[in-house]
């Protein structure tokens, strides 16, 4: 008799860190979002625009200086943060990355601003893992989460869910860690 065990991989921790995106990073996230099947891929283009004209609202992760996720945002007229695009690449979903990203881009926008920032994103009702994303750093960091008519399906062109708009506004100010001196 054989015995036949089921034996599940162990992932570690990766040690990534979290920066402002640079041009070079644009092919990293049009390759994110084209190869995560569910984002909406815009052109190489558009990242490239999106690096050189919104880097300060925006985050990069890298593990060992290659990009692994990024987030595409930018301050809307009302002073809000927009929130476009996450992306993680697939080998790193599942570690806190993309809350991490959210919260080094929530910190360093406030540190500059000096008082909390209301975020804001659309994200459809299917996308269960973004919904997910934002209610848990709603819950983390003591901000009410409300959600309101965004963009409904009639806006888009092609056959394309409705986006209601969530807007994640801070209950009280929000403590960065310290970094150790």
Excluded at 34 to 51: E, H, I, M, T
Excluded at 56 to 81: K, N
Excluded at 158 to 177: F, G, S, T
Aim: charged fraction near 20%; hydrophobic fraction near 40%.
């Amino acid at each position: 008799m054989v015995d036949t065990e089921l034996q599940t991989e162990k992932r570690c921790t990766p040690v990534w860190s979290i920066s402002h995106p640079t041009q070079s990073d644009a092919r990293h996230m049009w390759r994110i979002a084209r190869d995560s099947g569910v984002l909406d891929l815009n052109s190489s283009y558009a990242y490239l625009l999106w690096c050189t004209d919104f880097p300060s609202t925006s985050a990069v992760a890298r593990v060992d200086g290659e990009p692994i996720g990024f987030i595409a945002g930018y301050l809307r007229p009302s002073g809000s943060l927009m929130i476009w695009q996450v992306g993680v690449d697939e080998a790193y979903r599942g570690f806190g990355l993309a809350a991490s990203m959210l919260g080094w881009l929530a910190d360093s926008l406030a540190t500059l601003q000096g008082e909390p920032l209301v975020m804001e994103t659309t994200v459809t009702q299917s996308n269960t893992a973004s919904r997910a994303l934002f209610a848990g750093f709603a819950r983390r960091r003591d901000m009410r989460l409300t959600e309101s008519p965004g963009f409904g399906e009639d806006l888009f062109p092609d056959a394309h869910e409705a986006e209601p708009l969530l807007r994640l506004i801070p209950l009280k100010p929000h403590q960065a860690p310290r970094e150790s001196a």
